[in-house]
């Protein structure tokens, strides 16, 4: 797991700053054994996601994507909630054009979640609400704690998601589901998550950050090619017709056997010893 320690910490690309220095920043990070840990740390107001912080997420991710330290992230919140959604008293300060850029800057964020070309994790403690719920949609995959809800409370403001929600949920779990979570705004628990495939793993709410830290180390202990390239095939297969998504297979699948990774991956396996991966 990691821990507070001694650590390095990495609030944004290029600054380090250490323990000590981050209780007021409402986006902290730590980097172990090339899995990153983002947290959400605005528990006083339930991690919400203000202007500030999205933009915050949005650098601390494109630092990330160039990072060639970290393999894999998991992102979470601190406290008892992941995130209660965006900040609505920021909200109710907004006109249509306010509200509009607001919105887009959290779609910059969750493009950049999905296109980092490394695994993203969400572990989800507590509330994943509105935002929040946008925020893990733009993961990889979900893991939750077992006292984990997720909800899209939107309609009950009068609005609708703004941050890809409407069509990462029904991507994920299907358009009815969909429109009951957005139509009626309820919650959902953890085992109801899981069971309509928004969430796939649960662990008690003491081990939900080791419980992910853990299966993205093993995540990472693959080749970082065949990881990048299983992402971009599955992500961009999804969304366009079976004969041509299997051909984008065909070529990824052609690609590995250029990279030093797949000699090393093959040796390992005729040899029966563990691969060592370059990343090459």
Do not use: W
Not at 227 to 254: M, P, Q, W, Y
Request: with cysteine; proline share 2%.
């Amino acid at each position: 797991m990691v821990t507070a320690g001694d650590s390095e910490r990495i609030v944004f690309p290029g600054l380090r700053i250490y323990k000590e220095d981050i209780v007021n920043c409402d986006v902290k990070m730590v980097i172990e054994e090339g899995v990153a840990v983002v947290r959400l740390n605005r528990p006083e107001a339930a991690n919400a996601l203000n202007s500030l912080v999205l933009t915050r997420l949005l650098e601390t991710f494109e630092g990330l994507r160039d990072n060639m330290a970290v393999r894999g992230i998991v992102i979470t919140g601190e406290g008892k909630h992941f995130c209660a959604g965006a900040d609505i008293g920021e909200m109710a300060k907004m006109d249509d054009m306010a509200a509009k850029g607001f919105a887009e800057t959290g779609q910059r964020l969750m493009f950049a979640i999905e296109g980092i070309g490394k695994p993203v994790i969400a572990a989800v403690n507590g509330h994943a609400a509105g935002g929040g719920l946008e925020l893990a949609l733009a993961c990889d995959f979900i893991v939750a704690a077992e006292s984990a809800v997720f909800a899209a409370p939107e309609v009950r403001l009068g609005i609708i998601p703004g941050f890809g929600g409407t069509q990462r949920l029904s991507r994920l779990i299907g358009k009815a589901r969909a429109k009951e979570l957005i139509y009626t705004g309820q919650g959902i628990n953890a085992r109801v998550a899981c069971a309509i495939g928004l969430v796939n793993r649960i662990f008690p709410d003491g081990a939900l950050l080791d419980g992910a830290v853990d299966l993205m180390k093993d995540i990472c202990s693959h080749s970082s090619i065949a990881l990048r390239l299983a992402k971009e095939v599955i992500d961009t297969g999804s969304e366009i017709d079976l004969t041509n998504a299997c051909n984008i297979e065909l070529d990824a699948f052609a690609f590995c056997f250029n990279s030093d990774d797949r000699k090393e991956g093959i040796s390992a396996f005729l040899e029966k010893r563990r691969p060592n991966f370059t990343g090459k």
